[in-house]
T-cell receptor, first 112, second 113 residues
Framework: GQQLNQSPQSMFIQEGEDVSMNCTSS?????WLWYKQDPGEGPVLLIA?????ELTSNGRLTAQFGITRKDSFLNISASIPSDVGIYFC????????????FGTGTRLKVLA | DSGVTQTPKHLITATGQRVTLRCSPR?????VYWYQQSLDQGLQFLIQ???????AKGNILERFSAQQFPDLHSELNLSSLELGDSALYFC????????????FGPGTRLTVT
């Protein structure tokens, strides 16, 4: 099925470090969503982006809707152990059924 | 807690069998979406219902079907199960037809033996 290119696939970082991840595609999207998923749990919505260039924060998380509408970025500042999990982006297609395409996920591990 | 509920939490069954997964959307949400997530994989969109009618189809096998009832809860039926159908199945809901934001349930873990 269709998926977005999400990178990095995984990362190990030290507690307190900043984290950056991104999603890219050849398709243009209406909306970008960022989710966090803990093992065996459902994804939890973190941030929603609706306009090209939009920058939105949720606590230590900041996400941006790329100006080309083909990419999005998520930054986590001052990481803490509970940031561990898998982060997914999802882009909403601009036509047809307007369904969401999900990224392949970034697995984050934080070393205390 | 997203407000989306799914039952059962876990399901173990044999190949060739049929199972039904149930989802209740958040209060006020009219759209329900079903996703499949295989081990260490991303989320694959299966199907969307809006206010009782099928709205969009993704990579859903012919052996799978779904419906949304008048009270807006939804069921995903999986038949002639194969080992490869073992996965987490998630339901998500959103307020409208064109899903600004989707909220996910806790999932049903299906194991086919």
């Amino acid at each position: 099925g269709q998926q977005l290119n999400q990178s990095p696939q995984s990362m190990f970082i030290q507690e307190g470090e900043d984290v950056s991840m991104n999603c890219t595609s050849s398709s243009i999207f209406n909306t970008w969503l960022w989710y966090k998923q803990d093992p065996g749990e459902g994804p939890v919505l973190l941030i929603a982006l609706y306009k090209a260039g939009e920058l939105t924060s949720n606590g230590r998380l900041t996400a941006q809707f790329g100006i080309t509408r083909k990419d999005s970025f998520l930054n986590i500042s001052a990481s803490i152990p509970s940031d561990v999990g898998i982060y997914f982006c999802a882009g909403q297609l601009t036509s047809g059924t307007y369904k969401y395409i999900f990224g392949t996920g970034t697995r984050l591990k934080v070393l205390a | 807690d997203s407000g989306v509920t799914q039952t059962p939490k876990h399901l173990i069954t044999a190949t060739g069998q049929r199972v039904t997964l149930r989802c209740s959307p958040r209060s006020g949400d009219l759209s329900v979406y079903w996703y499949q997530q295989s081990l260490d994989q991303g989320l694959q969109f299966l199907i969307q219902y809006y206010n009782g009618e099928e709205r969009a189809k993704g990579n859903i096998l012919e052996r799978f079907s779904a419906q949304q009832f008048p009270d807006l809860h939804s069921e995903l039926n999986l038949s002639s199960l194969e080992l490869g159908d073992s996965a987490l199945y998630f339901c998500a809901s959103s307020v409208d037809r064109i899903s600004s934001e989707q909220y996910f349930g806790p999932g049903t873990r299906l194991t086919v033996t």
